[in-house]
């Protein structure tokens, strides 16, 4: 049987590689105006997805653009959860105008990794999720308190894995800031996706070698290099007999 995996990345957020990026991925992350983005840029995005057949979700965070939604705030669960609803309708409503069903959430940056480790913080935007739509796949970190919540609130989720993050032994990603934190060269981190999606397995920064479940693997959009990275990684799937396929299309969705 082929192996197959969702290939996602986040976009819409002012990059200006989307179209670029958009036919070599099966799911795109769409910023929803908190970090990054705009009316403009959802709805220029939402149509690339229908254009390119890539599945479409939201890409909540904290509404911090000087620091891209990467420097961790101290909200209360309500608070995160209130904010995470408003970014959901707001998408939402361009999708059904545009005609695109959305099929995820994956929140963005200094959220995504909090809810990783935070369980009340991820309780709470599994709870916003469910309530907008409890069809939607709620992404978190792989085997993190953000699936876990989703999965207790009745949520399908996916485990995510990262081609151009370093990883600690414990299986959180090594804070941006930490030296070698972001795989910068491009073999390297395409030798470290195929490791993932191939054995199940990543060699950390702290020199551990550990199992990640991964159901749907990361790309940056906004790397330097995005768009050549991401062309790197479909080819090496592409090599390697790696099935590209959606989230929404998965089995084996918990």
Do not use: W
Request: some cysteine; proline content about 3%.
């Amino acid at each position: 049987m082929q192996r197959r995996i969702d290939f996602n990345c986040d976009l819409g957020e002012g990059c200006g590689n989307d179209a670029a990026i958009m036919p070599l991925i099966s799911s795109a992350n769409i910023a929803c105006g908190g970090h990054a983005g705009d009316a403009a840029s959802m709805r220029q995005t939402l149509r690339l997805c229908r254009e390119f057949g890539v599945a479409a979700g939201a890409h909540p965070g904290y509404a911090d653009r000087e620091h891209f939604g990467r420097r961790a705030l101290q909200l209360a669960p309500s608070e995160a959860a209130a904010m995470v609803r408003r970014q959901l309708q707001r998408l939402g409503n361009l999708a059904d105008a545009e005609g695109v069903r959305l099929t995820h959430v994956k929140p963005h940056g200094a959220l995504y990794n909090q809810a990783a480790g935070d369980g009340q913080l991820a309780d709470a935007i599994a709870a916003a999720v469910f309530d907008f739509d409890a069809r939607l796949i709620l992404v978190g970190l792989g085997d993190s308190e953000l699936p876990r919540a989703g999965l207790r609130v009745g949520l399908r989720v996916a485990h995510e894995a990262f081609a151009d993050r370093r990883y600690l032994a414990d299986a959180s990603l090594a804070p941006r800031g930490t030296p070698g934190a972001v795989v910068e060269d491009a073999d390297v981190a395409v030798a470290q996706a195929l490791s993932i999606v191939n054995t199940s397995h990543v060699d950390t920064l702290d020199g551990a070698r550990i199992r990640l479940q991964c159901d749907t693997l990361c790309v940056h959009g906004d790397r330097r290099d995005a768009v050549d990275f991401a062309i790197r990684l479909r080819s090496a799937f592409d090599a390697a007999g790696i099935g590209i396929q959606a989230l929404d299309a998965k089995r084996g969705l918990a």
